[in-house]
């Protein structure tokens, strides 16, 4: 999954946490809400109404999913660096608290508002109330019902999130520079593009790094990484091999590169998913076909940075700097 789809999603949930928790602990609050269109005071339970005690409910319960979403992110790409955390947090923290003031704003102005003559109160429930009597349409569109308000509470902070992902350093992956993102002729000599993956470059095999070659680096390229990962795994994205700082003049990597921090020709060595220095490569849960990514980029930084990154730790400290990029995809099953 990639880091703005998780963003959307995690936002989703705070909204509609945030909605759930302005209601049912805002009326704890010792003084009557507000309608949040007027301001006049209104009672505990009507549709619009906000309170002190409402909003902080609503910014904890929104907080809280954005904490977890941060803990258990499967990207990788908001907890790589302390930064990314406090945005993220804060993103969706926003975000929901955003939706669930959409939800009131709606709820204060169209959402279908109905009463019931026996009881004589104004209600949600329609054709029936409580008590068992019709309702009749007293204000609002009469189709956007607490159903589609709910809705759009949390479309409206997935939109949030997905546009803040685009202007703010977090969820969006590796923000590129180049226009044209796919101009290194980049290929792996030991299977095509999209086929299979020779069992000799797996678990089941020798587990050696493929042969990897390249051409048409753009100008100021200053380095160039590689990121192999598996986005099928049952975990989330999964990384096989990071290696980086390698040099601008190299045009390949042979087969069967060593398992250390750096390596013929200078190149740097991450630390891929299995805890190791270097590649390790597939292997997918018996009876499962994945897919396996090889990524390169081309860098407008030096090679300069130490060996041990993580993806998340490479492709954070990336983002801006990349002048083009190129893929190559091979699966694997057992």
Known sequence: MQ????????????????????????????TPPSLITTGKVAEYGDSGAISTAGLLAAAGGSSLIAVLAVLFDPTGLMNSTPANIVVAVALITLAGLAGSLVDSLLGATKQAIYYCPACHKETERHPLHSCGTPTTLL???????????????????????????????????????????????????????????????????????????????????????????????????????????ISPERDKLPQGVAKTETVSGGSTQGINDFRQLGYDGPCPPRGSNHRYYFTLYALDLPASWPAGYSRAQLLSAIQGHVLAQAQWMGTYQR
């Not at 880091?3 to 010792?30: C, H, I, K, P």
């Not at 189709?143 to 949030?160: K, M, R």
């Not at 685009?166 to 290929?187: A, D, R």
Request: glycine residues 8%; charged residues 10%; aromatic residues 12%.
């Open 139 to 245: 204000r609002g569109w009469s189709w956007l019902n607490n159903d589609w308000v709910n809705a759009t509470c949390t479309t409206s902070a997935i939109l949030l999130a997905f546009a803040a992902s685009f202007v703010l350093p977090v969820g969006s992956g590796v923000w590129n520079k180049g226009e044209t993102m796919n101009n290194i002729q980049f290929t792996v000599s030991s299977f095509a593009d999209g086929q299979p993956i020779p069992k000799m470059y797996s678990c089941d095999g020798a587990n050696l790094s493929p042969a990897l070659a390249w051409s048409d680096v753009p100008a100021g390229t200053q380095s160039l990484a590689l990121v192999v990962e598996d986005p099928d795994a049952p975990s989330g994205i999964f990384t096989h091999w990071v290696i980086y700082n």
């Open 3 to 30: 880091g703005w789809l998780w963003l959307g999603f995690a936002a989703a949930l705070a909204a509609a946490n945030a909605d759930t928790w302005a209601t049912e602990l805002g009326v704890l609050s010792a």
